[in-house]
């Protein structure tokens, strides 16, 4: 158990909708990191938060916004779905900047 | 444009076949390369952090090493457990940006 939490498990929705995935970070890790990862495709880098602050920014759609809130858990806001947008996404949190990012197990969306 | 690549993208293995895999970068200026281990279906699972060149890191059949411009991966007397996805990424220097390789798909036969 890597101590990053994410919920769903698993989101099927139809195309159009909108959803929001959530990220609980390891207790007193101040970043957060979201990426998605396609069928048989590697991670892509989504964007990135720093105690609450937009910290980088990665190939994000337009449609798809995310944040970080006081408690340090973040949120990832995917409209205006597509078929395309059907993935894993992945949140990953970190501590001091030289460290090792730690991965929750993903939130498998599916569009339909 | 900072890009990381690793080669080969699958590699099939017979129990016991020791063997390495490589993981290239291209980037503005390295704070730190990282290897994980993915299963599928599942979170990447961290393994080792390098952070200067000769540096080496090890965990039971696995081994890291560090050059200028690469990384490799070495598996000693792999077992059918290590098969997995075997992903690298590099931190760029002056940012947390964390950007990951397309991975390895390793597959040990016994």
């Known amino acids: 158990d890597s101590g990053v939490t994410q919920t769903p498990k698993h989101l099927i929705t139809a195309t159009g909708q909108r959803v929001t995935l959530r990220c609980s970070p390891r207790?007193?890790?101040?970043?957060v990191y979201w990426y998605q990862q396609s069928l048989d495709q590697g991670l892509q880098f989504l964007i990135q938060?720093?105690?609450?602050?937009?910290?980088a920014k990665g190939n994000i759609l337009e449609r798809f916004s995310a944040q970080q809130f006081p408690d340090l858990h973040s949120e990832l806001n995917l409209s205006s779905l597509e078929l395309g947008d059907s993935a894993l996404y992945f949140c990953?949190?970190?501590?001091?900047?030289?460290?090792?990012?730690?991965f929750g197990q993903g939130t498998r969306l599916t569009v339909v | 444009e900072d890009q990381v690549t690793q080669s080969p993208e699958a590699l099939r293995l017979q129990e016991g076949e020791s063997s390495s895999l490589n993981c290239s970068y291209t980037?503005?200026?390295?704070?730190?390369l990282f290897w994980y281990r993915q299963d599928p279906g599942k979170g990447p699972e961290f393994l080792f952090t390098l952070y200067s060149a000769g540096e080496e890191k090890e965990k039971e059949r696995l081994k890291a090493t560090l050059t200028k411009k690469e990384s490799f991966l070495h598996i000693t007397a792999p077992k059918p457990e290590d098969s997995a996805t075997y992903l690298c990424?590099?931190?760029?220097?002056?940012?947390?940006?964390?950007?990951f390789g397309t991975g390895t798909r390793l597959q040990v036969f016994p």
């Open positions: 207790s007193g890790d101040l970043s």
């Open positions: 980037v503005s200026g390295l704070r730190g």
């Open positions: 938060y720093y105690n609450g602050e937009e910290r």
């Open positions: 990953a949190s970190r501590g001091a900047m030289n460290t090792e990012a730690f």
């Open positions: 990424a590099v931190q760029l220097r002056n940012t947390d940006k964390l950007i």
